[in-house]
């Protein structure tokens, strides 16, 4: 602490959690006009209407008290039904529990997996937030570079990962597709690695979030990426825990709705953890959350197509232009291109801001194997995007700084 | 767990978090025709339109995006605003932190004092999520039962207090008005309390959400319950962590709003903790608290009568039948009687649901001390709580289980 204000002594987990290494550069950049902003995980397009509609028609219902720390039925019911059009099947509702937004569930997630001290394995480049979710818990992220290939992209070793593994080891984060690179694990990698959660009766903590931002051909046959739900067994369904969003799909980032599934019987916990940590979510928040899943496809859809076309603007824009390399990424909806004019990513960062007024994530942030990288968010309009290229590539492909 | 689900093995901390003793009342009286529900701390009315208007505004205005981790500027302003109308001053808008309702402001200063293992000293009775939230940090609370006059009501040992400190002792939890017994702390016991924390570099974690529901002629020049504001020293400004929520004064329950208010020099360490947490609130519900404070002042006048009338008719109604104990609280929105005829509280308050129709929680619920009470909400109609003294007089005045 820097404070000069007099306090007693505070817990070292929590004066140790630390910010994010992409709000550095929000920071820096913030207030600048024009800058095109492709540092954070979210689109131009605010909520839709049909769905704050519903916010607004279950506000003038009354629907303003107390509720089920699990969510509301109806919600439950309906996020199981969107469940089993996507993947197959008709998973109960009681597997799915209500959460402020995947964040809050996958600090669930982690609570219910790990002690303080135990320690997570955990892929990188990933999502920082993860990192820092995991600190607050007391326990320790175990990072497992991803490999890289400028031809072929990302694809990650079991084995190495499988080597990671500890007596100490309670749980597996698979992010897939994968925030910030793209990587989208294969049927093949998802049996691999509930083979190694069975060997040590591991968690797998999944988030599958952009499991509809897939663009591998290789999953055309599924319209999705490969999950988890695909190749388990009946004895992983206790061993899996889901988070998910309503943030990317429905346009519903600032909303903070989510899920986490797991197992029935975890209900009681997780309803005694979320009682105790935020006791729940607004009804009439949850009641919009069912019109989203009732009436969004089309918005989905839209998404999707969205950042298709994002992901061919900038691969097309940026991935030729010398010294940057940026296969395309086979899933979610970031650029992860590796720029060696300027191996100091968040030195590039910054200078992006300053030098082409565009606002980018530093690899840096996302952990080992994000060295000189950086992440661009392309679900954002065709327009926005074609203008960020145009000022990306003189800086990008210029060897350092401008004097 | 009596889960039949294979699942690798869960954090005892989190398995060991039980739910709180008022949902199984709750559990055993859902659905019954007519029930008058006392049982939680939650008014009869909706939120008003006037700010459900503002939220569905705010979401037309396209506010749906992340936002800042500690709340938007204009709201930090607005309760700095309402703070220093209240107490007096002009605190500044950097020592507030918009939350996920009181809870998770409770649960972040926790986080901030404590680490797994420490203690917690706290009086009993109290709200059982503080328990609960103790619990699922890892921590310990060490409770200090309050004493209990039937003709004057609840009083603090401050001494007694004090003798639970131990070297692992991090914080004092301090609820005044207190829930469920309407205790109020006197300036003096303030300035002692602060002493002690003082003495052994201790946190005191405020919660005054009852504030404003003070009926002690004592404290009638304030207004107001008296707070810690209205004592303590420069040196005490960074100590006193207050938790606060838009839930009881603006009948917001369930939107989840809140705050919690301490030394700006938190900022860095709230700002990590609500983004590996909950990641932020939904701005258009922070635009809706902004116009409850700008104009809410009726609507907490007329929730503050409500509940003097409704403090009136059960103290009339229920504290001279023979066998009840009642004085009239000091504050909050509880009747806390002790009853004689049926020393088993969660046995009364079940058997309440069949003979009188009447929901009520258990005075076990709620820690050492309550052994023995019941708690009633009086943040309701008069109409429904005639009604109910009507129906729990006979019940309550007469000996014993019916046949």
Known sequence: MTATTTMPPINPVADGVLPSGI?????????????????VGEGDRPTPDFIGEAA??????????????????????????YVGRLYGGSPEPDRFFVTVGGMQAFQIALAIAAQPGDEIVIPTPIWPNFFGAIAAHGAKSVTVPIGFDPASGWSLDVERLAAAVTPRTRALVINSPANPTGWTASRDDLRALLTIARRHDLWIIADEIYGRFSFDPAHADLGRAPSFRDVWEPDDHGRVLFVQTFSKNWAMTGWRLGWLEGPPALGRIVAGLVLYGTSGIATF???AAVTALREGEPLVRAQIAQAREGRRILCEGLGRLPGVALPPPA????????????????????????EANVGVAPGTAFGPGGEGFLRLCFARSAADLQEAV??????????????
């Open 285 to 287: 928040l949850q009641h």
């Open 331 to 354: 899933g979610a909806f970031y650029a992860f291109p590796q720029v060696a004019t300027e191996p100091d990513a968040r030195r590039l960062a910054l200078r992006l801001v300053d």
């Open 23 to 39: 709000g550095e550069v929000i920071a820096y950049g913030a207030g600048r006009t024009g800058l095109i902003p492709l540092w």
């Open 390 to 403: 145009h000022r990306l590539a003189p800086v990008l492909a210029s060897p350092g700084a401008r004097p």
């Open 56 to 81: 607004a028609r279950a506000l003038r219902d009354g629907h303003t008290f107390y509720t089920d720390m699990l969510g509301i039925p109806a919600l439950r019911q309906e996020i199981a039904a």
